[in-house]
């Protein structure tokens, strides 16, 4: 295979080389289902052998059935290698300094097309080439912690941010973002809400839900509006920075302990669950929604608590789960299980035996809702009741993601069941609440009358 018809193998090769088209060639392709004109992209090494990938003029791209492919004419040719130009950062007096701690994600990258890799732009000047606005907001330093997916961040990862966050304060720099991978972001916010206390700045966490080589990428956006969040923002606590609504107006601040992921792809899938956001955030500055918060201060002073302990586990309750799931995290050594539970906090009796074995073994367990938004409330029914009794402590109305990073943090520092109920039961920083506002919980059902003439109002 030669390096024009990268990535392409058999009955797409086959195609290709029929009507003597090259990669990265403007094309008019005729199929039976149209027509369709574009740059002949590389494919991952990974794909399959029945598509041609066309990059339209819209900046989205398409993949065309090989087996509709009628005609192919090559237009013009000019390879391309979609590298992000790199420009030195300049440096602004007066503007506040302010450091990328970068974990790896989709924030101001591009893609590898014979791949399908994500590559990331990171340092100063690749940063200033994808993002020039950037300069206007703060003076901008980066260093790469490391870089790994979302999905593959854990307490390693959480304790060396945490480390990194509290020599940088000590430095005296005015704001920190960290870029990250959007899947586990929430976690990731959970547990530097913990182990960084007393913060004197913002701590802000981003990502992207769609990467910079696509036209609805929300990479640049996010990223300015993280930047001025951390250099000029008063709120001084860890926090996630994305898309407020679908488009781009504004970004929203979530609090670490009261924020979760909650849609696949949409841009503004972070959303405050229980509670309201702490504020909004545009180019121009931010503007608080709320005024509990810690605010910014101009000491070097910073509480790092980077504790975490491996053997934690959240069981998602469902109908007729067998106690053996219970019996298994004990007998391999678990220390501390969150369970999902139903309505008010409740599982079946079918699992009793296994939590009775499980609290004489000296495991934490903790009880949370799988219905997110509440509190849990143990005293309403028997069940509840009985499970107290069995020495399972309902969470409040703590997230399950959010209670399973705290029981991990508690457990990195004790083994005292009454002093892990102590840090668990005690407001760090917002994760458990006095009540839910009255706009704290907003779910609407579409195709409603009323609903759609509220949507058709205001914005998602």
């Not at 591009?110 to 791949?115: C, E, G, P, S, V």
């Not at 020039?132 to 941010?161: H, R, W």
């Not at 990467?211 to 996010?222: F, I, Y």
């Not at 892990?420 to 609407?444: A, D, F, Q, R, V």
Request: hydrophobic share 40%; charged share 20%; net charge neutral.
């Amino acid at each position: 295979m030669t390096e024009s018809i990268q990535g392409y193998k058999g009955k797409a090769l086959e195609v290709i080389k029929k009507f003597h088209v090259r990669v990265w060639s403007d094309a008019l392709i005729k199929s039976t289902r149209g027509e369709f004109q574009g740059i002949i992209l590389p494919r991952s090494e990974n794909d399959d052998q029945f598509h041609i990938v066309l990059k339209l003029a819209t900046g989205y791209n398409v993949g065309i059935d090989v087996h509709t492919i009628t005609e192919m004419t090559e237009i013009g040719y000019k390879e391309a290698h979609y590298k992000i130009p790199e420009k030195e950062f300049p440096f602004t007096p007066g503007l506040p300094k302010v450091k990328l701690l970068g974990t790896g994600g989709t924030i101001a990258s591009r893609l590898d097309y014979r791949t399908g890799a994500v590559i990331p732009a990171f340092s100063p000047g690749e940063l200033y080439g994808a993002v020039p606005e950037l300069a206007q907001i703060c003076n901008l330093d980066t260093e790469k912690v490391f870089a790994v997916f979302s999905e593959n961040m854990g307490p390693m990862q959480y304790k060396k941010l945490a480390v990194a966050i509290g020599e940088e304060i000590e430095k005296g720099i005015k704001g920190i973002i960290i870029g990250h991978g959007t899947d586990t972001l929430h976690h990731t916010a959970a547990a530097l809400t913990f182990m960084c206390q007393n913060l004197p700045i913002p701590v802000i966490l981003v990502g992207s839900q769609r990467s910079s080589d696509r036209p609805s990428s929300d990479a640049a956006l996010n990223l300015m509006h993280a930047a001025t969040a951390a250099g000029h923002g008063d709120i001084a606590e860890v926090m996630i920075c994305m898309f407020g609504p679908t488009s781009d107006e504004y970004a929203l601040l979530h609090r670490g302990t009261r924020v979760r992921k909650m849609h696949s792809s949409y841009r503004s899938t972070f959303r405050t669950i229980g509670d309201i956001p702490l504020a909004t955030v545009t180019r121009q500055g931010v503007q608080a929604i709320r005024n509990d918060y810690n605010p910014r201060r101009n000491d070097h002073q910073v509480k790092i608590l980077p504790y975490f302990h491996d053997k934690v586990s959240i069981v998602y309750y469902y109908p007729n789960m067998q106690p053996d799931i219970i019996d298994s995290l004990v007998d391999n050594g678990y220390k501390g299980i969150v369970i999902a539970g139903t309505g008010l906090g409740h599982v079946n009796k079918l699992i009793y035996p296994a939590i009775r074995r499980a609290a004489a073994a000296g495991v934490a367990i903790y009880m949370t809702v799988q219905t997110l938004w509440g509190f849990v409330h143990m005293f309403v029914y028997d069940t509840g009741r009985d499970l107290m009794a069995m020495g399972i402590v309902p969470a409040e109305n703590m997230l399950p993601e959010v209670a399973f990073i705290k029981l991990s943090w508690a457990l990195g520092q004790t083994s005292d069941l009454e002093e892990i109920k102590k840090i668990m039961l005690t407001p760090i920083s917002g994760e458990i609440t006095k009540g839910e506002p009255y706009n704290g919980y907003l779910i609407y059902q579409g195709g409603i009358p009323e609903v759609e003439e509220f949507i058709r109002k205001v914005h998602k």
